[in-house]
């Protein structure tokens, strides 16, 4: 396996994703990432649409696509023309000759025949467009997400970016998160209103809360014990993220984040490999 490919699978691993899921999102086929990640250039279209799909994948995984493209392998140059040689009288003479034959080969060929229906290939469809999105959400500073490639905090403004059908995702601690398909077929300005989370039952004002500290990168996803999620990215070093109880943590880095409970901390785990705990 080349950098490129070992690059890619371990972006891919650290966050938890299979090929199949990361396909899905992105529109593709398996066989497309899975070639990617072996290096099997061979087996991808030509450079220019394989980079295409090389940088969709990369932002996909919260990788900078430049690093990535510029190890994918260059076209090589076209060979040179062949030196011209100048052929002699005798040799031109019976060229002459031959293309004679040939001209009255073609004229008895051309005689009025039936018509033959010429099938042309297909157009090649257009180059995706490109628009402006902006979320402002109230309250502000919630974290947004483009198809699972990290924005930034809202309010936003993005540069161009791919148009077509792409998922919006909003996160926020103590609040619910919004997941919303949007038509990006022109410049968008989005609003949301986030609710809070509702408090757990039997419980007062402030219920018991499970504190995540961030102290290195990892991605994170919290859901509910009935599969709901509350939250899903790579959260900022030094954050801290607030949930209420009861929830379900996946980390693909447990030894980088400390779960706050009751006053005590303790790591979500001591190896750096995904893993999942359940805080009831």
Known sequence: MCELGERLKAARTSRGLSLEEAARRLSLKKSVLQALEECRFDLLPEPALAKGY???YALLLGLDPKPLLALYPAEPPPPPPPPRRRLPWGVLGGVGAILVLLLGLVLWLSRP???KVVELPPNPPPPPMRHILEVQTTPPGARAYLDGFYLGQTPLKTPPVEGGRRLL???APGYEGVEEEILLDKDLALRYTLKPLPKAEGEGPSPKTLLLRVEGRSWLRVTTLDGKRLY?????VGSTLEFPLPVEVRAGNPKAV???LGGKEERLGNEPRPLNRRFP
């Open 54 to 56: 090389l940088r969709r």
């Open 258 to 260: 400390v779960a706050v």
């Open 169 to 171: 995702r909003l996160e």
């Open 232 to 236: 899903e990215g790579i959260p900022e």
């Open 113 to 115: 025949h039936s018509p």
